[in-house]
């Protein structure tokens, strides 16, 4: 009973790295983010995901922007268009 447990432990742990990086956003990507979030006047942020919906498609998050003197969770769809800013 063990041994099927320690190789699906072993699978899952092995794979791990293949989703993780499916949820990085490229260079091109990360480059047109800071682009369109310093035309939206945001100089920082803490963390950008791109994240997988259940639809196939996918958005970009991103955490902590720093935009004036507050900061916001910030939402983008594939094409860059905002789709939510939400104060911390």
Request: negative net charge; glycine residues 6%.
């Amino acid at each position: 009973m063990l041994k099927p447990a320690a190789a699906f432990a072993i699978a899952v742990i092995a794979v791990t790295p293949a989703f993780a990086d499916d949820q990085r956003p490229s260079a091109d990507e990360t480059k047109k983010i800071t682009e369109v979030l310093a035309a939206m006047g945001c100089t920082g942020h803490e963390e950008i995901e791109k994240e997988t919906r259940t639809d196939g498609g996918y958005h970009f998050e991103i955490d902590d922007a720093e935009c004036g003197d507050a900061r916001y969770d910030i939402k983008f769809d594939k094409d860059f268009k905002l789709m939510s800013k939400e104060r911390e």
